[in-house]
């Protein structure tokens, strides 16, 4: 995911160092035809250098917060930087840069030139420094990002035995909850033969009584 992000700042850094030579060589050419086209190259390179900035934003604004405000930070720099080239490069290509080109030329003849070699070296070095800076805050934040992911997939794995768990328990009870069912419809109906026994027994008692006072009525009235 920050790889997209970290191809895109390397392209930038490779394009904002060598731009920074070319508005350098650019204020001290005197041919017009070689300086219009230093020109339109400069241009050109920093067209791209837009085109890179808002590929940037768009990468990171699409990642995850902890990784993005990392890389909007770094953002913020890349465009500080950009409108840096901007304004160098409006400087040396406006109506007077030749003649104030010519005069700095001039007055500071071979030192400029190393000057200039030296602040080079220097945005190189810064724009060097700041890729791995980020290099390294993404692997930071690469790592953070791993951990964060085996302590939800340990999570979810948790909450998938705790899921296990209730649903045994849950057949458990309908296991019980079914033999309790079971045990009701044998009470039940042992509860109806129990009645139907006892007027049953009843019922034999009753005739027999009926059948002993009958006979001794019928002794009785026969004598």
Request: hydrophobic fraction near 40%.
């Amino acid at each position: 995911m920050s790889e997209v992000f970290e191809g895109y700042e390397r392209q930038y850094c490779e394009l904002s160092a060598n731009l920074s030579r070319k508005c350098s060589s650019a204020s001290v050419i005197q041919d017009l035809e070689q300086k219009k086209q230093k020109f339109s190259e400069i241009s050109s390179g920093i067209d791209e250098a837009d085109v890179l900035i808002r590929k940037m934003d768009l990468e990171a604004r699409s990642l995850q917060p902890g990784v993005k405000a990392i890389l909007l930070a770094k953002l913020r720099e890349y465009k500080a930087d950009l409108n840096k080239l901007k304004k160098e490069f409006k400087r040396i290509s406006s109506p007077n840069a030749n003649q104030a080109a010519h005069d700095e030329l001039m007055e500071s003849g071979m030192a400029d030139v190393h000057s200039v070699s030296a602040e080079q070296r220097d945005r190189l070095s810064m724009s060097v420094e700041r890729l791995n800076q980020s290099s390294d805050r993404i692997k930071e934040s690469r790592r953070t990002v791993l951990e964060t992911e085996e302590l939800g997939i340990s999570i979810l794995e948790d909450l998938h035995q705790q899921r296990q768990t209730l649903l045994h328990a849950h057949n458990k009870l309908y296991d019980v909850d079914s033999a309790i069912d079971k045990s009701k419809k044998v009470l039940t109906t042992m509860s109806r033969r129990i009645t139907k026994n006892k007027w049953i027994a009843i019922s034999v008692i009753v005739a027999l009584v009926l059948a002993i006072i009958l006979i001794l009525y019928y002794k009785i009235s026969h004598r």
